[in-house]
């Protein structure tokens, strides 16, 4: 029995006048459309499959993509890498970041840098009573913190907890140093060492019937600066630091002082961190070579089972395969041919096309001098070369384009320039021999006071050393220095290290004598300007902006996009700066290709599948829209049939019944 339509009652069973199965015969007349909606459908899980494969290889090539930056990057990448070994790690350890640079390096640690200590007289019990009233407590120029005892807490014990719970940059205990009949003391101890850290009480702990205290009567332990000095003799330099971690002592190398002992020499040795750069390859080998299985796997076909990988005959990924390993199969320029390709630092391709790598042959290339590791960097880094004292390439991106012949020339306009800041009026001699202070802003960094040790000083030269001094190991200032002197009209000038617009000094401030010495009136600015210029490519001007004296190409540039060059001119001159592609570098520019968000192949490719569901989608729903449509006008003219066939039967019967009752009547 077959249902056609619906009724008032629910349903509409079909077939009962005629015995005809209308649902089958409707079914067979849509088996056509059906047909094709199932094709659709077909059609739409082999692009769902396709398009998931290719996200699964653009996975891959995404991994792939970070390692080959780590060994393509001209600055902070897989050959950047620095050790640093000390010969004494119990003295000093050392950790080397990647502006290090190579040598061995001699000092002694003169001392330590130690938190601030001391204590009250000693009590007969931690518990014992002690005057009440306030306790005002500060380390060095940090935020002071006020302790209030009463009844609640006028014991030594209960000062302790009470100075711990305000917070703070102290930390209090009880301590029993085992000596007579009063053993107990509060200790009072600086969470920050350095010499600038020292402790001041202010004790208004005068109320109530409880023992007198003063919590800094005895200074247990002064708070004083890390001492180190590298090399010996008159030209020895001393360094000191508020904390035991001493940085840019040695550039790009920071320390770690644990013993004091200015007799004894320790040795830091700073050297390429070769095996972060093997590790490096190996991974780089690792992930290409999992980017071409998966490529063979989606591209075989089985003969036995007659089944197709889904990127069989996919004319991109040939291209993709092709482009990967044509990327690394090159010769580069202007190195030796002990290290122009891959085949000479241990790398070669199998019958497979994947790589191998013969890390011992790789390693002992890497260390047979000191510029191989530099030679390495250039055979798989983006590198550049200056033809001028005074221009060097600094570091470029996959947006920099390799030099085709010839190289890009470097105009700079105007060189960059530190921040250089002249007194006032003439200096005179300062013959106080009480300590000053003076109030420096150094590179926009918080105005501090830096504190001059009490003279008389015998010359302007003999002060301007103890104010560089003072100012250059501020910890606050964060290794930010200053060079103090007297310039050619007779004034002192103070000038930064650091140059360009991010240079700037100011004096704020200070004592009146000092300023006066230094002629300085507690108002004078300067700052730095950044280097400014252009880059030339084949006749045409690409812009650049300044930072210092670093020259970038601006984005969007069709040569330089990401090109940096550093300017250490004193005035407007020129240089050619050659840039090269490495191996690494190039292969970046094939992923960068491909994988580009924006651009890339891979987002056509899966716009494209996306389309095509869609599209698929839309055939689909069209489809069935018409088997709907002409399913219920089938329904509805099978209904009508029947009907008629069901009103035709009831005359029939009517008739029958007429003819019986006739026939019935004559006899």
Do not use: C, H, W
């Amino acid at each position: 029995m077959a249902i056609s339509s619906v009724n008032s009652n629910g349903l509409n069973f079909s077939g009962l006048a005629t015995g005809i199965d209308t649902a089958k015969i409707i079914d067979g007349l849509n088996s056509i459309s059906q047909q094709r909606i199932d094709r659709f459908k077909v059609q739409k899980t082999e692009v769902i499959s396709k398009q998931a494969t290719f996200a699964t290889l653009q996975g891959k090539l995404y991994d792939l993509q970070s390692k080959t930056n780590a060994l393509a990057r001209s600055g902070g990448g897989a050959f950047d890498g620095r050790t640093a070994t000390s010969s004494d790690s119990t003295a000093v350890s050392a950790v080397a970041g990647t502006a290090a640079v190579a040598g061995t390096y001699s000092l002694s640690v003169v001392s330590l840098a130690k938190a601030a200590q001391v204590s009250s007289a000693g009590f007969s019990d931690p518990n014992a009573q002690i005057k009440e009233g306030t306790l005002t407590l500060q380390v060095g120029s940090g935020t002071a913190t006020t302790v209030t005892v009463d009844s609640r807490n006028n014991t030594l014990q209960g000062l302790a907890d009470s100075i711990n719970t305000a917070g703070g940059d102290l930390r209090a205990s009880v301590v029993n140093d085992g000596t007579g009949g009063t053993p107990y003391r509060l200790l009072l101890t600086s969470a920050k060492t350095g010499a600038a850290n020292a402790i001041t009480v202010t004790n208004n702990l005068s109320t109530g019937t409880g023992a007198a205290i003063d919590p800094g009567a005895t200074v247990v332990q002064a708070a004083t600066d890390a001492q180190v000095k590298v090399g010996s003799g008159a030209g020895a330099i001393t360094v000191t630091s508020a904390t035991n971690q001493v940085n840019n002592l040695i550039t790009g190398v920071s320390l770690n002082v644990l013993q004091a002992d200015a007799t004894k020499t320790i040795s830091v040795t700073v050297k390429a961190d070769t095996s972060a750069t093997v590790q490096a390859v190996q991974d780089f080998v690792t992930s290409y070579n999992a980017v071409r299985d998966f490529i063979t796997e989606q591209t075989k076909f089985d003969a036995d089972s007659s089944t197709a990988g889904a990127l069989l005959g996919n004319g991109d990924v040939s291209a993709l395969t092709n482009e990967l390993s044509s990327a690394l199969a090159a010769t580069i320029p202007g190195l030796s041919t002990s290290s122009n390709r891959l085949s000479t630092v241990g790398l070669a391709f199998d019958d497979d096309g994947k790589l191998t790598f013969d890390s011992d042959k790789f390693t002992s290339a890497l260390n047979t001098s000191d510029t191989a590791q530099a030679d390495f960097k250039r055979l798989f880094s983006l590198s550049g070369k200056s033809d001028a004292t005074g221009v060097d390439f600094l570091v470029g991106t996959n947006k920099t384009k390799a030099t085709a012949g010839t190289p890009y020339q470097v105009n700079i306009t105007a060189p960059a320039k530190r921040a250089v800041l002249i007194g006032s009026n003439p200096p005179v001699i300062l013959s106080g021999s009480a300590p000053t202070t003076l109030q420096v802003k150094l590179n926009s960094l918080a105005s501090i006071g830096v504190t001059i040790p009490g003279g008389p000083y015998a010359s302007t030269d003999d002060l301007l050393a103890a104010v560089q001094k003072a100012i250059n190991s501020a910890p606050s200032l964060n290794g930010n220095l200053v060079t103090a002197s007297v310039n050619g009209d007779g004034k002192v000038q103070i000038t930064t290290q650091k140059y360009g617009s991010a240079a700037n000094v100011a004096i704020t401030g200070g004592s009146s004598d000092l300023l006066t010495a230094l002629g300085f009136n507690g108002t004078e600015t300067a700052t730095g300007t950044d280097v400014a210029g252009n880059f030339v490519v084949n006749g045409v001007t690409e812009a650049a902006t300044g930072s210092g004296q670093i020259l970038s190409g601006s984005p969007g540039n069709a040569n330089t996009d990401g090109l940096q060059v550093t300017s250490t001119l004193s005035a407007p001159g020129s240089a050619n700066v050659t840039v090269t592609q490495g191996l690494a570098s190039r292969l970046g520019a094939v992923l960068n290709k491909y994988l580009d968000p924006v651009n890339g192949r891979f987002k056509q490719i899966n716009d494209v599948f996306t389309k095509q569901t869609s599209d698929i989608d839309a055939n689909v729903a069209k489809q069935q829209a018409l088997v709907d449509a002409k399913t219920a006008q089938l329904q509805s003219q099978f209904a009508a049939m029947e009907t008629a066939v069901n009103n035709l039967k009831g005359i029939q019967t009517q008739l029958s019944s007429l003819t019986a009752s006739a026939s019935s009547s004559s006899s």
